[in-house]
């Protein structure tokens, strides 16, 4: 079957073929799902073009009409929920629950940035009180101008309304790059943004590689912030780039999580937990509590049910019956994780399960969920993002050891503690450097609380009214009475 040409770039209302050919796998079946032509450093200036263009009148709209767009969106998304789901299946080989998750997300996001859009308008020009009154002063919150928004491949769609909902909700004007591994959501979602009402040119997508689209976006003199999510070393280039214009950046880059299983803790609890926090997505997130920390007295129980978890875990193409995890997303990313776990043996690491290829999976990126023990605590295991699914359990002997664990670590973007006693468990959260904390509770992510972390994990925060903020200007307006 042929694959089908996609146009990749959409410009001011307008669909662009031609350009650089990006080969989209199915990574289920490592066959060609469709192929999409994307864009270069031109593409990007017209975008850019056709976003300033259309931030005068968008920049002026009332937060109510950008929220009934907005709404629109969600509702547009909403109606080819199936589509999408199916989308984010064959591009990243998510299983069909895990795609309905994201899916949802993005639905939610969008309903979410509208009312804080809706809100908005009440609050501007807020009297700021002073310690005079021979002035007055207002507060405005103003839309930071044309914003290129740059999202990685293990939740495309996801990562991109978190930006895009709060971009549009600020009155930004957008150019968008989908990772050039999975843009079919994106450009589905560019399909539904195009039937909103949304006015030409203050939404553009440009899809193509780092190279050809990412670096030209991060350095451009028309694009007032970038706001990225991706590894660290892409991170920081772009950040080099930026500096060249002084431009706003957002970043939301790696993690290396840790939970923590406290000695009252419930040990099925601890394990359902560590479980999905390990391998949800086939470990690649950059959420994944990879680091589970484990009080010793329940070490070896724990130990026996989690590689009796991880063993149990239905490994298979999102369309077969019972799917639980897909495979990694392309090739190069299932080298890495398998060269990584290779390294980590050598380091006299024990590995006590999973770690290659299912017997009744002959192609495909799959990979069974692996169970690492034993981990020296200088090894890259230990230390360094793996981005698929492996999880390292060591034991401790006090709260302050785990903590200092926990804490050790370039990353400091999530974490999650699991125990019965409350003040112990809030006690421990609030002790724990991370921009997020789950205590008993699986990963839930609401657009209420914020996204980000510590350390080498964040630059800024995405959801909540922060996300909104960071395309937002801060103006006063202050008078001689
Ligand atoms: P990546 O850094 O390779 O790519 C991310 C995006 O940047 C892609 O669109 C890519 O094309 C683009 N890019 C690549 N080179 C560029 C350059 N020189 N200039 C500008 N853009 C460039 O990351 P990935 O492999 O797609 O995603 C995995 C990484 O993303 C992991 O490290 C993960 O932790 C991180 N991540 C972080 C979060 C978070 O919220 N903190 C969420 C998801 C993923």
Redesign the pocket.
């Given at each position: 079957m042929l694959s089908p040409v996609l146009a990749g770039v959409y410009i001011d209302g307008h669909w662009r073929a031609g350009g650089e050919q990006l080969t989209v796998i199915n990574p289920s079946t490592e066959e060609r799902l469709a192929i999409v032509t994307g864009g270069d450093a031109r593409a990007v200036d017209d975008a850019v073009q056709a976003a300033r263009e259309a931030f005068g009148a968008w920049s002026k709209t009332t937060g109510a009409a950008r929220a009934m767009i907005l709404r629109k969106i969600a509702h547009g998304v909403a109606a080819r929920r199936e589509r999408l789901i199916e989308l984010q299946s064959s591009n990243n080989g998510k299983p069909g629950f895990e795609a309905a998750i994201d899916v949802d997300d993005v639905i939610g996001t969008f309903n979410y940035y509208a009312e804080l859009a809706e809100a908005s308008d009440g609050q501007q020009n807020r009297a700021v009180e002073l310690p005079s009154d021979e002035f007055t002063a207002r507060l405005r919150r103003e839309p930071c101008g044309v914003v290129g928004l740059?999202?990685?491949?293990?939740?495309p769609m996801v990562?991109t309304a978190w930006k895009l909902a709060p971009a549009l909700a600020a009155g930004c004007c957008v150019v968008l790059?989908?990772?050039?591994?999975t843009p079919l959501a994106e450009l589905e979602l560019a399909q539904i943004i195009a039937a909103s009402g949304l006015p030409t040119g203050v939404f553009n997508v440009v899809c193509g590689?780092?190279?050809a689209v990412?670096?030209p976006?991060?350095g451009h003199p028309g694009i007032a912030k970038v706001s990225?999510?991706?590894?660290?070393?892409?991170?920081v280039?772009?950040m080099q780039?930026a500096a060249e214009t002084v431009k706003g950046v957002s970043l939301?880059?790696?993690?290396k999580s840790s939970l923590l299983v406290l000695a009252d803790a419930d040990l099925d609890l601890a394990v359902e937990l560590a479980s999905g926090g390990g391998f949800f997505n086939a470990g690649q997130m950059?959420s994944a509590t990879s680091r589970v920390l484990v009080a010793n007295e329940l070490l070896e129980p724990f130990l026996e049910r989690i590689v009796a978890k991880a063993r149990s875990i239905k490994v298979a193409a999102p369309q077969d019956e019972g799917a639980e995890m897909g495979p990694l997303v392309n090739k190069a990313q299932y080298q890495r994780v398998i060269a990584h776990i290779e390294a980590g043996k050598d380091t006299g690491a024990r590995l006590l399960c999973g770690g290659k290829r299912p017997a009744d999976q002959p192609r495909g990126y799959f990979l069974q969920p692996a169970v690492f023990s034993h981990v020296p605590l200088d090894s890259a295991l230990w230390r360094e993002?793996i981005?698929g699914p492996v999880v390292c359990v060591r034991g401790f002997s006090s709260e302050a050891e785990a903590i200092a664990l926990a804490n050790d670590s370039q990353f400091g973007?999530v974490a999650s503690v699991v125990g019965r006693d409350a003040a112990t468990t809030e006690r421990v959260a609030n002790a724990l450097q991370a921009g997020l904390v789950w205590i008993n509770a699986p990963q839930v992510i609401f657009p209420q609380t914020a996204?980000g972390?510590y350390k080498q994990?964040?630059l800024g925060r995405e959801l909540g009214p922060w996300g909104m903020q960071a395309f937002q200007e801060i103006k006063h307006v202050v008078r001689a009475v």
């Open positions: 740059i999202v990685p491949w293990n939740f990562t790059k989908p990772s050039e591994v590689t780092g190279l990412g670096a976006m991060s990225f999510t991706g590894s660290n070393a892409v991170g280039q772009v780039r939301e880059l790696g993690g950059c993002e981005f973007l996204w972390g994990s964040s």
